[in-house]
Every structure is written in C-alpha cells, then in structure tokens.
C-alpha cells in the first residue's frame, strides 16, 4: 500500500489551532536531527522501537533512554535497554533508571507476552556499558530545564510515570517540551489487558492524566493503530534476511514477541506496537489521526486505565491529543527494515 497522501489529520471540524502544517513542515525540512528522549520498559516492541531511532542518527539525535517499571520490573528494563545499545553497537547512550513502581497503584508487569527476561528470543550478552547514575526522573528535567526551549520531544514507549514525575516535579517543563508521542491506550480497538485498558495506561494511569492534563502537546499511537501493523512471516524473514546482527536479533525477538498475540487474536503475526512513535517522528504521513480530547479513568475498577477518546467530538471538552487511528503499514515495516539495515 502507498503512504498516505500528505493528509495527516482526517478533518474533523475546525482546523487545530496547534498548526499541523508545522509539524509535517518540520519533519520534512529540518536539517537539524530532532531531539529526543526514550522512556522505556524493554520488551521486545521497545528494542525494535530503539533500533529504529540507533539507525535513524541523521534525523534523531538520542540524547538519553531512560528506563522505567513496566513490561518487567525496572532492574530488567534498564539492562534490557543496555543490552540494546550495545547490540546496535551504541554503547554510548547514556541510559538512566527511573521509577520502579507507578505513581498510586501497585506495579503489574508482562512476563507473559515478553517473557522472564522481557527480551526473550535472541540470546544477547550481558551488558558492560555502565548505567548512569542519575535518577532518569532527574535527566528528564535537567534536560528539558537546559537545552533550548521546545526542542526536546519525549517518547514514553511504557507507563507514564517517569514523565508524570518529572512533570509534577518541575512544572516548568511543560512549556519546553516540544511535544510528547506516546503509544498507548485503545478506543476502537477496546484493550489488551482488560477489555478496557491497553498496558501502558493501565499500570499507571494516574501518571497518563497527569500527561494528558500537562498541556503538552501529546500524539497517541494507540492499539487502533498498531493492531494494523502485524509482524507477519514475510516481514518478520525481511528482517532476518538483511544478515546483519540486528536484523537476525530482531527476527529472533518478533518470533518470541508474536507467539501471544497470535494466540490471543489469530492473524498471521501480533501487534509491533512500540515503533510506530519513533515511525511517527521518522514518517509522519504513515499515520493517520484526528485531534481530540482523550481522558483516562483512574476510578473504576472495571474500567481502570481505559482512554476515553471523543473521536466524534460530541463533547465540547478541549482537545488534547492527536489521536492516530491508521497506518500504512507495508511502509512502516519497510522503514524498519531500511533503519535496522543501517546497524551492525
Ligand atoms: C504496550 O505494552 C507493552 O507490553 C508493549 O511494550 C507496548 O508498549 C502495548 O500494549
Ligand atoms: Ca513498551
């Protein structure tokens, strides 16, 4: 399938006052690569999602990764981050551990579709690159307090709660955040750890409301969006068939990664979830959306961690998120494969 035609946002009523020429503007011309921060839970999805942005240096400049509780509790995400930096040869990048538990409520993790480790599949060595000493918490905010405002954007691949932290701690940075790209929640799609709640906002979603109540600009990569994006047999083999040990470990960490999916759904391969936000940064017309307001319930047990999204506008609640509701996802694996092709 064709990328989408430089349509990024479906018309729903009055233009955005956010300007979405600007932002595709800005992708396409910016010489400079665009600043960013990965906040993680490594997972399987996560690593492809960091391969992506390690093999995109010319467009992204990685200024750190940290790590946070989520898919595995927060001693396997920071070393599952490091293990990928230095798979992708990168052992430079400077990865911080941040919360170890969300913000109210206990943490609830996801051996089940990850594995015990959180990166089963490919056997990858221990890491030798150090961890850094700061609280990611702390590098998040003395970062955005430090390089030049609206610069840096944030790109939360787990539970908010590193992000909601540093938000809560320093308020001021809510104004410096260039924007905040998330993947998470579920409307359409409803969710995959309650029939409610995606993972992401059900660990923690007191921080989501924190985001969504920032005033930061936020773009939502939701389960809407990434249950079109399947890692079927042919793009899974693309991957492999590059030779390279990136692509052989990422075929290897997809072959694990779909297992549960597969089960869970049908289809012919699960859910590639986490890159579509550095996808987003990357390709921006690969995606398609609508900006709305999108609240998360943090009351009900039922319904706790659900994203309550006014797609139809039936409310007269401000808009706070683009919320992405399609890809193309032939050209979204064909990207990955160009990028992983870039690594060792
Ligand atoms: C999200 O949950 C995690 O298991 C994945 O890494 C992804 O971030 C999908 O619901
Ligand atoms: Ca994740």
Redesign the pocket.
Known sequence: MASFPRLLIWSAGKPSSRGFKTRETLGEFMAEPRKIIIDT?P?Q??AMAILLALGSPEELDLLGITAVA??VPLALTEKNARKICELAGRPDVEVFAGASRPLARRLVT?EN??GKTGLNGPDLPEPTMPLQERYAVDFIVETLMCEESGTVTLCP??PLTNIALALNREPRIAARIREIVL?GGGFFEGG?VTPAA???IYVDPHACDVVLRSGVPVVIMP?DV?HKALTTPARIAAFRDLGNRAGVAAAEMLEFFERYDVNKYGGEGGPL??PCVIAYLLRPELFRGRECNVEVETGSALTMGMTVVDWWGVTDRPKNALVMRDIDAEGYFALLAERLARLP
Do not use: I, P, R, S
Request: glycine letters at 16%; aromatic letters at 4%.
């Open positions: 839970d997972g999805d996560d989520g898919n996801a579709v990850h691949l787990g993947m995959n995606e993972f992401n389960l990434t979830h986490d």
